[in-house]
């Protein structure tokens, strides 16, 4: 099973800074990863899929980078509407299908 | 509009069962494989399963192989995830989710994401 870990796993971050969020995977996953949203009470959304893709309606401040082990996902200029936990999965070798434990990005 | 509708979930006795059911609207259901992914209070995402468009692909997480059944309707559009032998450790927002694909003709890969999800169904197991 592949391992995927976020770090940080609480990000403080004023509105208009920029954001970084990490993700490893304990083996290669190539660029089979996504990125996804969540704030309270709601599903996930997808933000990245194919380590760097937007998926359809995801504003261009968020962008994603990596492959193999290390990926990262960028927001250039947090909104107030970006606060909630980001969770990176893989799909290059399942199942099963692994996600990170998440990152949540808070107000600082 | 593309929509899953997740139903089913309630308060069962440890060792119960549940069954849990997903309505798709707004796409072609049977073109599309499905998942089961549950979140338990306050933590991460977990997948639970996998099933192909036809049915004929079925894969479980380890943690709920044996005791969960995924299946689908293609003619109700449904999705379904037959719980038994219900334990704590199950207790979630449960999820079923589009397993969406795309083929990026410039580097000759398909890629894979859930791209519509439920609301979620709430499961608790507790006596």
């Known amino acids: 099973e592949i391992v995927m870990t976020q770090s940080p796993a609480t990000l403080s971050v004023s509105p208009g800074e920029r954001a970084t969020l990490s993700c490893r995977a304990s083996?290669?996953?190539?660029?089979?990863l996504a990125w996804y949203q969540q704030k309270p009470g709601q599903a996930p959304r997808l933000l990245i899929y194919?380590?760097?893709t937007r998926a359809t309606g995801i504003p261009a401040r968020f962008s994603g980078s990596g492959s193999g082990t290390e990926f990262t996902l960028t927001i250039s200029s947090l909104q107030s509407e970006d606060f909630a936990v980001y969770y990176c999965?893989?799909?290059?070798?399942?199942?099963?299908?692994?996600f990170g434990q998440g990152t949540k990005v808070e107000i600082k | 509009e593309v929509q899953l509708v997740e139903s089913g979930g309630g308060l069962v006795q440890p060792g119960g069962s549940l069954r849990l059911s997903c309505a798709a609207s707004?796409?072609?259901?049977?073109?599309?494989?499905m998942n089961w992914v549950r979140q338990a209070p306050g933590k991460g995402l977990e997948w639970v399963s996998y099933?192909?468009?036809?049915?004929?692909?079925?894969y479980y997480a380890d943690s709920v192989k044996g005791r969960f059944t995924i299946s689908r309707d293609n003619a109700k559009n449904s999705l379904y995830l037959q719980m038994n032998s219900l334990r704590a450790e199950d207790t979630a927002v449960y999820y079923c989710?589009?397993?969406?694909?795309?083929?990026?003709?410039?580097?000759?890969?398909?890629?894979?994401?859930?791209?519509?999800w439920g609301k979620g169904t709430t499961v608790t197991v507790s006596s």
């Open positions: 989710a589009r397993w969406g694909v795309i083929y990026s003709s410039s580097s000759g890969d398909y890629y894979y994401y859930m791209d519509v």
């Open positions: 707004g796409f072609t259901f049977s073109s599309y494989e």
């Open positions: 099933i192909s468009s036809s049915g004929s692909t079925i």
């Open positions: 083996q290669s996953v190539s660029s089979n």
């Open positions: 194919g380590a760097s």
């Open positions: 999965q893989q799909y290059n070798n399942w199942p099963p299908l692994t």
